[in-house]
């Protein structure tokens, strides 16, 4: 009499000793994928769009993909630069009036920023670039201008004056873009579709502080992200992120003080001229789109906490982290579970911004 209770024993054994052979060999595998990933990583720095830029990605075709991404940004620079005298921002500045016909990422990028400034009411103002240079924050000789100066600059403002038909662009006589609110985010996007299409399935950049991530880490865990302390320059807590974009804006990273003894920011309110002082420290953004949060870390900062808090409910289409002056942090309840104080900073309050 044959013992089939012992030979479906034996074959149970035997299947489980192959599905542990299967599950080793996959383990295996998969960390001599990661490593060969590793092992292929490509790194690039170099100075671009004002501001250094480095970026880390992983894959065969990394260090070609870095090279191209690369040269993405230095002739988009060469495109938007405000002083350049070869820019299609100089033209159109120094276009009397008359229409002006430029690339058609120029107009790509300005149609976007026009999008954003009427989407905000304003508070993101494109042709705020003669305010800003009455107060030297594009000349580094920094003064407070009289209220008749700016009244007299302000009347020169205004995003609804702007003439974009297909790829000419248009101002009065007398105004000026700076698309320095949004060019950065922008470049971002377009340096990840060109790493994208290289093949490259994780990667970090730094764009002068805007983060934008492709995919994961090569382990398959988020990019864990240091977020800035506005007070001490240290890191305040830690966000983790995958596949997007992380953008911080601040008057504490270009101020001056006045003869007067005053701090005054370089993010300046288009409603006043004046720098924006509403009680907050910095902004963060996260989303998926670098331009969507550079255009947004800067209006909803003018916006000021409530305001930003009702862009938000509306839209949903981001998440914020908000520093107020008196060290409070109110943050979306979309990130609530992946943004981590560090050790130094968890007496600090933490309200949820929660949908209603």
């Not at 013992?3 to 599905?19: E, S």
């Not at 003439?163 to 248009?170: H, K, P, S, W, Y």
């Not at 870390?297 to 107020?324: C, K, P, R």
Request: net charge negative.
């Amino acid at each position: 009499m044959r013992n089939w209770k012992t030979n479906r024993t034996v074959r149970i054994y035997i299947l489980i000793a192959a599905l542990c052979m299967a599950v080793i060999c996959f383990c295996v595998m998969n960390q001599k994928h990661s490593e060969n990933i590793n092992q292929n990583k490509a790194t690039k720095e170099f100075f671009a769009m004002d501001t250094y830029i480095t970026m880390n990605a992983y894959g065969i075709n990394a260090e070609d993909a870095l090279m191209q991404a690369a040269d993405r940004l230095s002739a988009l620079e060469q495109l938007w630069s405000v002083t350049d005298s070869e820019s299609d921002i100089y033209a159109i500045n120094h276009g009397s009036g008359q229409p002006v016909s430029v690339s058609e990422e120029t107009a790509k990028l300005l149609s976007f920023a026009l999008q954003m400034a009427e989407d905000t009411d304003g508070a993101l103002e494109p042709t705020i670039y003669p305010v800003l240079t009455a107060w030297g924050f594009t000349t580094e000789e920094n003064r407070v201008p009289s209220d008749v100066e700016l009244t007299e600059l302000l009347g020169d403002v205004g995003y609804e004056r702007v003439r974009l038909e297909d790829n000419a662009v248009q101002l009065d006589s007398d105004m000026m873009l700076d698309l320095g609110a949004v060019g950065k985010g922008y470049a971002g996007d377009l340096a990840v579709e060109i790493l994208r299409e290289n093949g490259i399935t994780s990667a970090l950049l730094d764009i002068g502080g805007n983060i934008q991530t492709v995919g994961t880490k090569t382990d398959g865990s988020p990019w864990k992200l240091g977020l800035r302390d506005p007070f001490t320059g240290g890191t305040l807590g830690t966000l983790e992120i995958s596949d997007g974009a992380v953008v911080t804006s601040g008057n504490y990273e270009r101020y001056f003080i006045g003869e007067d003894g005053k701090r005054y920011g370089h993010i300046i309110d288009p409603a006043t001229g004046y720098p924006v002082e509403n009680g907050l420290a910095s902004v963060t953004i996260i989303a998926k789109e670098g331009r969507l949060c550079d255009a947004l870390s800067t209006s909803l900062f003018v916006m000021g906490l409530d305001e930003a808090a009702d862009y938000w409910l509306q839209h949903q289409n981001f998440e914020m982290i908000v520093i107020t002056e008196n060290g409070e942090i109110y943050l979306t309840d979309g990130i609530a579970e992946i943004f981590t104080l560090d050790s130094n900073h968890s007496s600090m309050k933490v309200n949820v911004i929660e949908h209603e």
